[in-house]
Antibody, heavy 117, light 106 residues
Framework: QVQLVQSGAEVKKPGASVKVSCKAS????????MHWVRQAPGQGLEWMGM????????DYAQTFQGRLTMSRDTSTNTVYMELSSLKSDDTAIYYC??????????WGQGTMVTVSS | IQLTQSPSSLSASVGDRVTITCRAS??????LAWYQQKPGKAPKLLIY???TLQSGVPSRFSGSGSGTDFTLTISSLQPEDFATYYC?????????FGPGTTVDLK
């Protein structure tokens, strides 16, 4: 079946980086843009950016410019989201979600990233 | 593009008709989607293109609107519908979500 499976929870210290993976299965990986959305504890949803798995082109929210890198590996149908210079405010659940015509119809299960000294 | 939702929360009973409003700070045509999120779960797509029901979503959910004003309606609230609902604009980047509307049991 169509699914996105994300890597496990992470605990990082302020200033460190985190890299979260999202492995797609059950559909044509290169035909759907992949987006990342985060949700701080008890808060709403925040769009972070997207990657085109076909050519690797990316578009990031201005909020994360300079700290966020998305990449993909077409041999394993996996996309990655790396956030650097972590702050306590980056503590959140990070989701990947695919988009084509029906936006974000499939989501990963979420990855909790905790930033704490 | 900023999105506002009203109300921020509401209390309702099973069988009630529930309407949630999403307003955009500028016109977004019909590039709006609605999501339902339950605690500890990823959001679930309900409606896209303002009024297109996602496959598998019950017909008691409906969406309407265009330009700046949109509504999500649940015609007869069911126990499994108690959740938080978010709108999302897809007219331009950065994509933005509304702040959410929590529907709980009266």
């Amino acid at each position: 079946q169509v699914q996105l499976v994300q890597s496990g929870a992470e605990v990082k210290k302020p200033g460190a980086s985190v890299k979260v993976s999202c492995k797609a299965s059950g559909y044509s990986f290169i035909n759907y843009y992949m987006h990342w959305v985060r949700q701080a504890p008890g808060q709403g949803l925040e769009w972070m950016g997207m990657i085109n798995p076909s050519d690797g082109n990316t578009d990031y929210a201005q909020t994360f410019q300079g700290r966020l890198t998305m990449s993909r590996d077409t041999s394993t149908n996996t996309v990655y989201m790396e956030l650097s210079s972590l702050k306590s405010d980056d503590t959140a659940i990070y989701y990947c979600a695919r988009k084509m015509i029906a936006p974000f119809d499939i989501w990963g299960q979420g990855t909790m990233v905790t930033v704490s000294s | 593009i900023q999105l506002t939702q009203s109300p921020s929360s509401l209390s309702a009973s099973v069988g009630d008709r529930v309407t949630i409003t999403c307003r955009a700070s500028q016109g977004i045509s019909r590039y709006l989607a609605w999501y339902q999120q339950k605690p500890g779960k990823a959001p679930k797509l309900l409606i896209y293109s303002a009024s297109t029901l996602q496959s598998g979503v019950p017909s008691r959910f409906s969406g309407s609107g265009s330009g700046t004003d949109f509504t999500l309606t649940i015609s007869s609230l069911q126990p499994e519908d108690f959740a938080t609902y978010y709108c999302l604009q897809l007219n331009g980047y950065p994509l933005t979500f509304g702040p959410g509307t929590t529907v709980d049991l009266k």
